[in-house]
């Protein structure tokens, strides 16, 4: 059964960091692209970013270029994501989700975690 279990999140003014993770469990991490998606209040689901089976590639929503770092340690099947320089539209529900199949990027993704708030204010 897959697992994955988000953290880090947390209140943060305008301009701080944070540092999310993922632990997956119940499937080949290593095997599997995996993504950040994110919901506010009253929207849908967007996708954040992406990154590739040895985390040699890494793709992101042009919202947050330059200021997230989507990571991987296929070792420790946890999933990571540097959020720099934040601002209060990036106020959402943070959740990982994993590639539906495996080796291939499509952008099909699904998840099933409860995700992490991560609310910017000052």
Known sequence: QVQLVESGGGLVQPGG????????????F???????????????IEWVSAI????????YTDSVKGRFTISRDNAKN????????????????????????????????EYSGQGTQVTVSS
Do not use: H
Not at 17 to 28: E, K, M, P
Not at 31 to 43: E, F, H, L, S
């Open 52 to 59: 590739s089976l040895r985390g040699d590639s890494t793709y």
């Open 30 to 44: 290593r095997m599997y692209w995996m993504y950040w998606i994110r919901q506010a209040p009253g929207k849908g």
């Open 17 to 28: 960091s944070l540092r999310l993770s993922c632990a997956a469990s119940g499937f080949t």
């Open 78 to 109: 946890t999933l990571y994501l540097q959020m720099n320089s934040l601002k209060p539209e990036d106020s959402a529900l943070y959740y990982c989700a994993k590639e539906r199949t495996p080796t291939i990027f499509t952008k099909d993704f």
